[in-house]
């Protein structure tokens, strides 16, 4: 059981390899640039027309679609298109540029999902990529009519797990600007609680008013003074004078 296991993983990491090497190839080499992967038989609306759906995450409530942000997904829908439906089978520098945007996307997309720790969308990112996987092996394999299927799949799978993901990230933030923003005043309110009582214990207490009345409140008693000491001298002395 153990050997199948590690026997289909090193297929898997195979197939991942050469998939990802003859991405690096279409994107970074000039011969390979402009040339199509696929003949001209490929062309069909539902692998390639598909692809228009990726203007859907530009209606999401994300604050990151702006201009810029929206326009990006236009251009990706529209590569898509002309790459997958009206250029395929042909040479065409769409496709080198199609990949590019593909790539860039994607990987701006998970960086997103990491840094907002969103795990269960890149967990939910597993089935577009495998699907997408699957479709490049197809390809391979010159299973044409698999990988029309698989390849216009990857662009619903795809499209809907961004769109989520964009409304999905913007409640995120919301929620925690909320947090930061609770946070702040409750640390105003404690500063300014901290400088009340700091003034109250350097202010000297003012006389109430009900000592004021009785003048000044309790009778002030001072210390006990002695009579001078006397001697027998000064008693005989005072019983002749009164004699």
Not at 97 to 115: E, Q, Y
């Amino acid at each position: 059981m153990i050997i199948t296991l590690l026997v289909a993983f090193g297929r898997f990491v195979e197939r991942f390899g050469s998939v990802f090497m003859d991405q690096m190839r279409g994107m970074f080499t000039a011969e390979k640039f402009c040339l199509a992967s696929l003949p001209r038989e490929c062309q069909h609306w539902f692998s390639g027309l598909s692809g228009i759906l990726y203007v859907l995450p530009m209606f999401s409530t994300s604050r990151r679609m702006t201009i810029c942000g929206k326009s990006m997904w236009v251009a990706q829908a529209v590569l898509s298109c002309l790459a997958d439906y009206v250029y395929v089978g042909l040479a065409h520098p769409v496709h080198g540029i199609d990949r590019h945007f593909a790539t860039m996307n994607c990987l701006v997309i998970l960086a997103i999902g990491a840094k907002s720790r969103l795990s269960y969308y890149l967990l939910a990112s597993v089935v577009p990529l495998g699907v997408h996987l699957a479709a490049r092996i197809a390809q391979q394999e010159k299973n044409w009519h698999l990988w029309v299927f698989l390849h216009g799949w990857w662009h619903i799978t795809s499209t809907v797990l961004i769109y989520w993901f964009y409304n999905e990230e913007q409640v995120v933030h919301e929620e925690s600007q909320k947090v930061h923003e609770e946070s702040q005043k409750r640390g105003k309110l404690r500063k300014k609680e901290g400088s009340s009582q700091k003034d109250r214990r350097h202010t000297p207490r003012a006389m109430s008013t009900r000592s004021r009345s009785r003048g000044g409140g309790r009778k002030v008693v001072g210390p006990r003074t002695s009579p001078p000491p006397t001697n027998a001298r000064t008693l005989s002395r005072k019983r002749r004078s009164v004699k």
